[in-house]
């Protein structure tokens, strides 16, 4: 069976939204939000904004922790 996502409506829509904020897929929330259109997508637009800059900020968080095991190891290794 094959699922088309130009038949769903809004509501199709932001029930998959809901359900993948509540299981922390914030990446997937913001897929199935952009498939909205008119009205309900102006709605939406500020929430999918914040919502990537929310993403952005966690990746670069994610990246400066690696970056900081990196340099710690680093410099556990010179001290044995």
């Given at each position: 069976?094959?699922?088309?996502?130009?038949?769903?409506?809004a509501?199709?829509i932001?029930?998959?939204v809901?359900?993948?904020?509540?299981?922390?897929?914030?990446?997937m929330?913001?897929?199935?939000?952009?498939?909205?259109?008119?009205?309900?997508?102006?709605?939406?637009?500020?929430?999918?904004?914040?919502?990537?800059?929310?993403l952005?900020?966690?990746q670069?968080?994610?990246?400066?922790?690696?970056?900081?095991?990196?340099?710690?190891?680093?410099?556990?290794?010179?001290?044995?």
């Amino acid at each position: 069976m094959e699922i088309d996502p130009s038949e769903w409506d809004a509501y199709d829509i932001l029930q998959r939204v809901k359900l993948c904020v509540e299981h922390r897929n914030l990446e997937m929330a913001i897929r199935y939000a952009n498939l909205l259109n008119g009205e309900p997508y102006v709605v939406a637009k500020d929430w999918i904004k914040d919502a990537r800059e929310h993403l952005e900020v966690k990746q670069v968080l994610e990246l400066v922790q690696t970056k900081i095991a990196s340099i710690n190891l680093h410099q556990l290794s010179f001290s044995a």
